[in-house]
């Protein structure tokens, strides 16, 4: 069960997501979340998914028309900071994922930015439905990586308790500083 971060993320959504939910991909990448959304939440859901990188979208969408009924999701070539323009301003989601860093195999130039990221999981939180979770996956073992960390995490941390509750997952034995997991739930 706690193997790595995506083990944990994939436990996660496997209990927390029923058939018809709502759920956000906010960084696609290949499209392993994409994909396992997509089978959760079955025809009558729906998956937002954004990857800034045009590659990206063409892997998950590759991938979801091969292993996935492709047809409950949606993918956009866009920073996951321009969540407001796809998503309608009623949705609200049962679910969102981020997977901060880069597209493993692309160019490693190309992380995500701290203050995109912040722009980004604000909007998330506005459409996080009640009991929803947000779970973003920090890799902070890339130039740039510690500080997107330290940014999110000085923003989840000050966010209302009576609204959200907000946890951190980190291996504390592994070594290649493994990626930290922020969990954020909307209380009711």
Same mark, same amino acid.
């Given at each position: 069960?706690?193997?790595?971060?995506?083990?944990?993320?994939?436990?996660?959504?496997?209990? #927390?997501?029923?058939?018809?939910?709502?759920?956000?991909?906010?960084?696609?990448? #290949?499209?392993?979340?994409? &994909?396992?959304?997509?089978? @959760?939440?079955?025809?009558?859901?729906?998956?937002?998914?954004?990857?800034?990188?045009?590659q990206a979208?063409?892997?998950?969408?590759?991938?979801?028309?091969?292993?996935?009924?492709?047809?409950?999701?949606?993918?956009?070539? #866009?920073?996951?900071?321009?969540?407001?323009?796809?998503?309608?301003?009623?949705?609200?989601?049962?679910?969102?994922?981020?997977?901060l860093g880069?597209?493993?195999?692309?160019?490693?130039?190309?992380?995500?930015?701290?203050?995109?990221?912040? #722009?980004?999981?604000?909007?998330?939180?506005?459409?996080?439905?009640?009991?929803?979770?947000?779970?973003?996956?920090?890799?902070?073992?890339?130039?740039?990586?510690?500080?997107?960390?330290?940014?999110?995490?000085?923003?989840?941390?000050? @966010?209302?308790?009576?609204?959200?509750?907000v946890a951190?997952? *980190?291996? &504390?034995?592994?070594? *290649?500083?493994?990626?930290?997991?922020?969990?954020?739930?909307?209380?009711?």
């Open positions: 069960m706690f193997q790595n971060t995506v083990t944990i993320t994939h436990q996660i959504m496997k209990e #927390k997501i029923q058939k018809g939910d709502h759920v956000l991909d906010a960084t696609v990448g #290949k499209g392993n979340d994409t &994909l396992l959304l997509s089978q @959760l939440v079955e025809e009558d859901g729906i998956v937002y998914g954004l990857d800034i990188q045009p979208i063409a892997l998950a969408e590759k991938r979801l028309c091969n292993e996935s009924n492709y047809k409950n999701t949606k993918l956009f070539v #866009k920073d996951h900071s321009e969540l407001k323009q796809i998503l309608p301003e009623e949705e609200k989601l049962q679910l969102a994922i981020f997977n880069y597209l493993p195999s692309g160019d490693k130039q190309i992380i995500t930015q701290a203050n995109t990221t912040i #722009k980004a999981i604000t909007s998330v939180l506005e459409h996080l439905d009640t009991m929803g979770l947000l779970l973003v996956a920090s890799y902070i073992g890339h130039l740039g990586g510690m500080a997107e960390f330290e940014a999110v995490q000085s923003y989840l941390e000050k @966010l209302d308790q009576k609204s959200y509750n951190m997952f *980190n291996f &504390l034995n592994q070594k *290649n500083l493994p990626p930290r997991l922020f969990i954020v739930e909307r209380r009711k």
